[in-house]
């Protein structure tokens, strides 16, 4: 404790931005590039053509263009991932800022919920029988965000 | 372990000390977007004014150092390296507020709330507050009030189902959702309000599931 009180501010910050670091290399570029790598396999394969027009009807619900169920899908895998499917996407053109703003919210109420299975509900020793009630659950809060964000954005 | 176990047991009270308050007030206020619009001083306090901007390649008035109309894992790249330091910067500014205490002010703060809202006992407010930086860490205080039956399971359920959804929270969404601040079109405050308030929705939607189970089974 009394090390602790030693420190600095700026050395506190340093502290924090050291993890912000290892966030960032560790978790966000990788997940970012994966993100990028897939909306390019997507986009030259014409892939994200069939997905926009498939997913067109559903999106609309949420003022979205087909495309944007391509960001849920991959934040549901990943958030980084997730936010770089919509920045990418946002880059092609295939979402303008008002899509973004509706799905910002719902990428991390739906996020990463594929590691969360284990780091989170593994980790609190869940019971496993809720695990379907848990990702309907967070699904359900991704859509009413959706629908509320279209109000606000 | 046995003094580990005693300190869950007993509520935790918080000496909160003055700054605790005043930092929490002010990471709200940085963190909110809220001043962002304003001209003076204060926009000092105000998180993308403090994260800043790239500089612009020549010419093209529009273009950071990440180039125009690039594709694929090498734009992929570019874009990610660009996140990295406004994640430094959110991070340090966070850990600036939990060394004075803001933490521990919105632990108590919130303790009060958690029966109502979420039908949790306040002690879950430490693992609360933690698990908005770190699922991981709050995943496995959750475990541990468990273990030392500070909790029931049917209040774990309801307090994972709280965590699962936006897990996280604070740290991903100023470390993730920064990738997209710049483009979106309401104060970044707003989204997260939303989040936490959907988080409190998700867990009573289990909190009655739970109920209805029971009855159930019953």
Known sequence: MAAEQKKTLPDIFVEGARKGWNVGVNSIVPNVLMAYVLIQVLRVSGVLDILGNVFNPVMALFGLPGKAAVVLIGSWMSMAGGAGVAASLYAANALDKTQVTILLPAIFLMGAQVQYMGRCLGTAGVNPRYYPVLFGISIFNAMIAMLVMRLFA | ?218
């Open chain 2, 1 to 218: 372990m046995s003094e580990e176990k005693r300190e869950f047991r007993e509520p935790p009270k918080p000496l909160v000390p003055w700054t605790g308050y005043v930092a929490f007030v002010f990471a709200i206020i940085f963190f909110s977007g809220l001043l962002s619009s304003q001209k003076g001083w204060f926009i000092a306090f105000d998180f993308n004014t403090v994260a800043g901007t790239f500089g612009t390649m020549k010419d093209a008035a529009k273009a950071t150092f990440m180039g125009q109309g690039g594709l694929g894992a090498r734009d992929g790249f570019m874009f990610a390296i660009s996140l990295v330091p406004s994640v430094m910067c959110a991070l340090g500014v966070v850990e600036i507020i939990d060394h004075l205490g803001g933490l521990k002010a919105a632990q108590k703060l919130l303790s009060p709330l958690l029966r109502p809202l979420l039908g949790i006992p306040g002690i879950t407010g430490l693992a609360m507050v933690t698990s908005f930086q770190s699922t991981d860490a709050g995943a496995g205080m959750t475990r541990m009030l468990r273990e030392t039956e500070c909790i029931t399971e049917k209040e774990k359920t309801i307090f994972a189902a709280f965590q699962f959804s936006a897990g996280g929270t604070i740290t991903n969404y100023l470390a993730i959702g920064a990738a997209l601040f710049s483009f979106i079109t309401i104060p970044i405050v707003v989204p997260l309000a939303l989040m936490f308030v959907l988080k409190v929705v998700g867990a009573n939607i289990m909190r009655f599931y739970l109920i209805w189970f029971a009855k159930k089974e019953n």
